[in-house]
T-cell receptor, first 111, second 114 residues
Framework: GEDVEQSLFLSVREGDSSVINCTYTDSSSTYLYWYKQEPGAGLQLLTYIFSNMDMKQDQRLTVLLNKKDKHLSLRIADTQTGDSAIYFCAEFSGGYQKVTFGIGTKLQVIP | DTEVTQTPKHLVMGMTNKKSLKCEQHMGHRAMYWYKQKAKKPPELMFVYSYEKLSINESVPSRFSPECPNSSLLNLHLHALQPEDSALYLC?????????????FGSGTQLSVL
């Protein structure tokens, strides 16, 4: 079945880079996503990558995909206090035809 | 308009009450979803509507009853809920149900069952 794993917590200083990692198991995944959730709010799609790509950059965000190892990462450059949130990795599984979310990584940015 | 609007934002109900959660989008999306999110957990899929027809029911108890009156609206009718049903209920929409397009989420309804 599909499974998405992430570390639970990451703490960084303001201005540093943050790297949030994720592993997934479904080799038929076609799309992989990063969502951000602030307290009491819904999920905001930050970026997504097709499974035939290995990198995507969007302003301060860089997504790296290692399809061989089924490893996805999100790098946030120049992390700000407003980046403090929970970040969910998610995959669209072609086999199960649904989006599956990881447990979420809580990013704490220290001023 | 790139928003998914959910009402109410907060809801407290007793176990014998009947209530409804509402969701609306005007992006022309043809797939709409209900997710349930418990504290410190990821969202879990409950239902998927595709072109106003129920396409996925993730074995959700019958005390949750979804309804899609038209392509812009999605309701979730609640009846005889249990305290363990307390959670954040998120509505989402996408261009279609193949998941290839982005999921747009509403801000959710925080439900407390007493």
């Amino acid at each position: 079945g599909e499974d998405v794993e992430q570390s639970l917590f990451l703490s960084v200083r303001e201005g540093d880079s943050s790297v949030i990692n994720c592993t997934y198991t479904d080799s038929s995944s076609t799309y992989l996503y990063w969502y951000k959730q602030e307290p009491g709010a819904g999920l905001q799609l930050l970026t997504y990558i097709f499974s035939n790509m290995d990198m995507k950059q969007d302003q301060r965000l860089t997504v790296l995909l290692n399809k061989k190892d089924k490893h996805l990462s999100l790098r946030i450059a120049d992390t700000q206090t407003g980046d403090s949130a929970i970040y969910f990795c998610a995959e669209f599984s072609g086999g199960y035809q649904k989006v599956t979310f990881g447990i979420g990584t809580k990013l704490q940015v220290i001023p | 308009d790139t928003e998914v609007t959910q009402t109410p934002k907060h809801l407290v109900m007793g176990m014998t009450n009947k209530k409804s959660l509402k969701c609306e989008q005007h992006m022309g999306h043809r797939a709409m979803y209900w997710y349930k999110q418990k504290a410190k957990k990821p969202p879990e899929l409950m239902f998927v509507y595709s072109y106003e027809k129920l396409s996925i029911n993730e074995s959700v108890p019958s005390r949750f009853s979804p309804e899609c009156p038209n392509s812009s609206l999605l309701n979730l009718h609640l009846h005889a809920l249990q305290p363990e049903d307390s959670a954040l209920y998120l509505c989402a929409s996408s261009q279609d149900d193949r998941g290839r397009e982005k999921l747009f989420f509403g801000s959710g309804t925080q439900l407390s069952v007493l």
